[in-house]
Nanobody, 123 residues
């Protein structure tokens, strides 16, 4: 499975941005998909995950209520809607897939990782 994250860019605090993760394989529809981020000088951080049917999701506390993860298995895509972003959300965002995993949580072992997309939140 090849993953490609896109949709990054510059956004002002309080604005909105939607990231997309596109997969090359149909097994994507039976994979939990997570979003991670890595800010300059910091370790990679879990952001959100969605199970393969899209019925459950889980977020890190710092984005709960502001970010929403969703998916469209018809098109092998997962999205991260970022509302009211803050400067501390600035990072390279990555998506990852855990094949045949239908749970959510911060400790899933991901099999496939995509290239990142840079999000810069600044006024």
């Amino acid at each position: 499975v090849q993953l490609q994250a896109s949709g990054g860019g510059s956004v002002q605090p309080g604005g909105s941005l939607r990231l997309s993760c596109t997969a090359s394989s149909r097994t994507f529809s039976t994979s939990a998909v997570g979003w991670f981020r890595q800010a300059p000088g910091k370790e990679r951080e879990f952001v959100a995950v969605i199970n393969w049917s899209g019925t459950y999701s889980y977020y890190v506390d710092s984005v709960t209520g502001r970010f929403t993860i969703s998916r469209d298995n018809t098109w092998n895509m997962v999205f991260l809607q970022m509302n009211s972003p803050k400067p501390e959300d600035t990072a390279v965002y990555y998506c990852a897939a855990a094949e045949y995993v239908d749970t959510v949580g911060p400790d899933i072992n991901y099999t496939y990782w995509g290239q990142g997309t840079l999000v810069t939140v600044s006024s």
